[in-house]
Structures are given as structure tokens and as C-alpha cells.
């Protein structure tokens, strides 16, 4: 089943936790990005797991291997259930982040590669050639051999890496029909996210800016709920 994720970009640890209350009992996962645990910190993952959520930290490390695995080690005491880190700081990194959250043992994070942020469209990608879809799934299949357990990618390249790889793969750039996409370049809707395969689809400012973000979240589960998910591989 794919899981939706409520992306709660704000800067002001009280304007979040007063999203999460509205949204507690309709979505069991959020995301704290860089915005509020700049602020707020481990307190803030601490505080949404009492109230009952699954936090995907998304932090995107990308360091020399010794430092991502450090700040790997220190994020997954915070209790976060998936953190991510950039394909593209290589293998060395990516097999340290991973060594470095198996530690954790059974409670360990899962960790996932962002490969193409999705707000890059063609020809955006300073210094690469390869369009931005050809791209992901060429970090996709990098980050398959190394182990990663998944990836962040579009519901455009999610399809071709859910059948190629084991990939758990979760996908921003969620937009309903008729929502803006804001600065997000590769959109899908939450059912072409759904039936592309995605594992979890993450939803920011159409739920969090949306005059009854509990309704908007629902009007979106209600959605993913309306297709059948395509399960190309072992992973669905
Ligand atoms: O508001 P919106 O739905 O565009 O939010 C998308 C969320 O997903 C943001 O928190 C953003 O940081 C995150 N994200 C993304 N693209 C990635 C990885 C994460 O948009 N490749």
C-alpha cells in the first residue's frame, strides 16, 4: 500500500505542531525538512512521535563519508523512521550512511538517496547532460547496487525503477489536478503517483496551505485509495 507523508515545511515549530494536531488521526506519517529542525531539532521529531507520527527526517546529507555517517548516527537517536542523503555523494557515502544507521539495529532508520530533486526539469541540472528522468534512474540503479533501501524520485521515473529495482521509492512532486505546482518541475497526481508504484508520495503546501489541511489530506488518500498500485517487484 503506498503511504502519504504530509511535508511540514514551516519555520515556526508551533505553526507545525498545530498542523500535525489537525492532521493527527487522518495521516500517521510527516516530514521535518531542514526549515524546522534547524530550529527546533531532535525536540521537534521527539514531540510529533508522542503525538502518534512516523517522522521522515529529510535532511539530505551529502558530506565526506565519515561525516554522513556521523550525522547518520546522530539523526536516527532522534527516532526518525527514514532519513535521506544525496545519491550523488557516492558510493563510499551512501554504504557509510547505511553502516552507520544499521547500527541502530532493529530500530534503524531507513536510509533513501534522493537521486533528481524534482523541482529540476530539462536542461536545469548544472554541469550534467542527461535529461533529469534519464538521470534519477541512472543514481537509482547506483543506489540499488549499493544497498540503499530507497530512493527519492518523480512519479515519472518511479515506474521504470520500481521494475528494475528493489527500490522502496517515495516521490515528491505530488500534485492534485488543478493545484499549483509551486516551484516542483516533475509533477504527477496523487493517483498517477499510486499507480506508478510509489511507496510513499509526499505532500506539502497543497495540505499544509490549504484552508482545511485534514479535508485536503483526505480528498488525497481518497484518491490513492481510487486506483490499484502496479507492484512490478518483490518490494510492493
Ligand atoms: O510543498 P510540496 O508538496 O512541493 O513539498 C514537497 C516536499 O518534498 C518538500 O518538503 C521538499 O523539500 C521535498 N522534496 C522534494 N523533492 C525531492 C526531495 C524532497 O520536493 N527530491
Known amino acids: 500500500m503506498s503511504e502519504l507523508i504530509v511535508a511540514m515545511d514551516f519555520s515556526d515549530p508551533g505553526d507545525l505542531l498545530a498542523c500535525a494536531d489537525e492532521l493527527r488521526g487522518t495521516v500517521s506519517w510527516c516530514k521535518v525538512g531542514l526549515e524546522a529542525f534547524v530550529l527546533a531539532g531532535p525536540e521537534l521529531v521527539h514531540k ?3 503525538k502518534g507520527f512516523r517522522v521522515f527526517l529529510d535532511l539530505k546529507f551529502y558530506d565526506i563519508p565519515n561525516t554522513v555517517a556521523a550525522a547518520v548516527r546522530s539523526a ?8 535521506t542523503i544525496h545519491t550523488q555523494g557516492g558510493e563510499a557515502m551512501c554504504r557509510a550512511a547505511l553502516a552507520a544507521a544499521r547500527e541502530a539495529g532493529d530500530r534503524r532508520p531507513l536510509i533513501f538517496g534522493v537521486t533528481v530533486l524534482t523541482s529540476f526539469g530539462e536542461g536545469q541540472m548544472p554541469g550534467i547532460e542527461q535529461g ?3 538521470f534519477a534512474k541512472h543514481l537509482a540503479s547506483l543506489a540499488s547496487s549499493w544497498g540503499l533501501d ?4 518523480s512519479g515519472l521515473e518511479a515506474p521504470h525503477i520500481k521494475t528494475h529495482t528493489n527500490l522502496l521509492a517515495l516521490c515528491p512532486g505530488i500534485r492534485p489536478k488543478g493545484a499549483s505546482a509551486n516551484d516542483q518541475a516533475r509533477v504527477v497526481t496523487p493517483a498517477m503517483a499510486v499507480q506508478a508504484g510509489a511507496d510513499y508520495l509526499v505532500v506539502g503546501r497543497p495540505i499544509t496551505k490549504a484552508a482545511d489541511p485534514a479535508g485536503a489530506a483526505r480528498a488525497i ?16
Open 48 to 50: 510529533l512521535e508522542q
Open 76 to 83: 536516527s537517536r532522534t527516532g526518525a523512521r527514514l532519513l
Open 132 to 134: 533529469p528522468q534519464d
Open 150 to 153: 530507497g530512493v527519492v524520485c
Open 221 to 236: 488518500l481518497e484518491e490513492m485509495a481510487s486506483v490499484p498500485r502496479t507492484c512490478p517487484n518483490t518490494t510492493c
